[in-house]
């Protein structure tokens, strides 16, 4: 229990808020908490292999269509 404890310390809070790490934490608990809860319990069965081509496509679209058109008029 010595590492519940190292976790509620101020020295913990402190290293935590000077490194600015309470966001990157955060994000990743709340990651792993709904991930593992989506495992237990499916929201519903999602057909992964034909949803991959279009993840591709829309990932080809932003990397190649928004990022430079925003990149674009950023410097105009």
Do not use: C, Q
Not at 19 to 31: C, G, K, N, Q, S
């Amino acid at each position: 229990m010595d590492w519940i404890e190292w976790l509620l310390s101020k020295e913990f809070r402190e290293f935590v808020l000077a490194h600015d790490l309470f966001i990157p934490l955060l994000f990743t608990a709340r990651v792993v908490g709904m991930t593992a809860l989506e495992w237990m319990f499916p929201a519903r069965n999602v057909p992964y292999r034909t949803l991959l081509a279009m993840d591709i496509v829309g990932s080809a679209l932003v990397g190649y269509l928004m990022l430079p058109a925003a990149r674009y008029l950023r410097n105009v």
